[in-house]
Structures are given as structure tokens and as C-alpha cells.
């Protein structure tokens, strides 16, 4: 990957970055690798919903776009990596501020690049527990994404990609 894309230049734009600042999300660390991430979502008073807990679209927020942009760090420039479904379980009420431990295991890593190496979709799905300041779930979240090699980095070459990446590679 190029050397701009580094874990602190990552961390920096996102701590920045109006809808996470806003929201009261942080990114807490990303290991140099880019294998795991810890984001910490803050308890604000904008933040709260009706019940004085946490905002569950702040909680849904904070795992977004984490392992599109992990996997941007790991695979690099040769794949498309999007977000394409995500789901989330309210478990119990937010009431301090959260945490969200992301990690990508090597295992994972060698399926996406066995899944995808002669040009095929995949779909990897992820899950990530949102936790209180005791450690008890509060969320769980499962995020599928769409990876593909891109066309010039295929081994059988097809020229063109399917619809979703010509979509997508002319969006900003």
C-alpha cells in the first residue's frame, strides 16, 4: 500500500472526520498492521437518546467503515473494498461510554486472498461486540463487505468487472 496510507494518518483523519467527531466516536488505536482497531464511543449529551442511554445510531455508527478501511490497509490498492450490508442487535442499553475492539485474524486475511485471486467476489462477513466500561455487551454488529480484486491485478483478466465495481469506481 502506499505510504500515505499509514495507521496514525488513519487514526488522525478519522478522529477528525465530522461524522465520527461529532458523534463522539474516537479512534483509540490502530496497530501497525492494521489488523486490530480500537474505537471508543464517549457518552454526550447530544448524543443520548429519550432515555439518557447511548444513541443506537452512534453505537451503529462507530463500526462504520472500520473493517472496509482495515482491509484497505491490509490488501491495499489492488481490491475493491466496500461496505455492502450491515446488521446490528441492541442488547442491552449504553449507559457509560462504549468500546469496540476490530480484529482481522490471519486466517481471514488467506480466505479473502484464496477467495479472490483468480478475479471471483467475496463476501467476508464480520462480527464486533460493543461493550460498556464493565465489559458487558451492549450491541453486536455484523458487517459483510464486497471485496474483488481489481481488473489489472487479476489472474484471469475479464477486462472489466461486474456492474457493482463500474458503479463504484466512478463514485467519488
Given amino acids: 500500500m502506499d505510504k500515505i496510507y499509514t495507521p496514525s494518518l488513519v487514526k488522525l483523519a478519522l478522529n477528525l472526520w465530522p461524522p465520527f467527531w461529532g458523534a463522539g466516536i474516537r479512534i483509540v488505536s490502530i496497530s501497525d498492521d492494521f489488523r486490530q482497531v480500537r474505537i471508543k464511543l464517549k457518552l454526550r449529551w447530544w448524543n443520548k437518546n429519550a432515555n439518557r442511554t447511548q ?3 452512534s453505537i451503529f455508527s462507530l463500526t462504520d467503515p472500520v473493517y472496509a478501511l482495515m482491509l484497505i490497509g ?3 490498492k489492488e481490491y475493491f473494498i466496500w461496505d455492502k450490508q450491515a446488521e446490528i442487535n441492541f442488547i442491552k442499553p449504553g449507559c457509560t461510554d462504549l468500546f469496540a475492539d476490530f480484529v482481522i485474524s490471519d486466517a481471514m486475511i488467506s480466505e479473502i486472498m484464496s477467495a479472490t485471486a483468480t478475479g471471483d467476489k467475496y463476501l467476508p462477513e464480520f462480527v464486533v461486540q460493543v461493550k460498556d466500561l464493565n465489559g458487558e455487551v451492549v450491541s453486536q454488529v455484523k458487517r459483510t463487505l464486497y471485496v474483488r480484486k481489481k481488473p489489472q491485478y ?5 477486462g472489466c468487472g461486474d456492474a457493482e465495481d463500474n458503479q463504484r469506481s466512478v463514485m467519488p
Avoid: M, S
Avoid at 487479476?154 to 475479464?158: A, G
Fill in 74 to 76: 491490509i490488501l491495499g
Fill in 154 to 158: 487479476r489472474v484471469e483478466q475479464d
Fill in 55 to 57: 444513541y443506537g445510531g
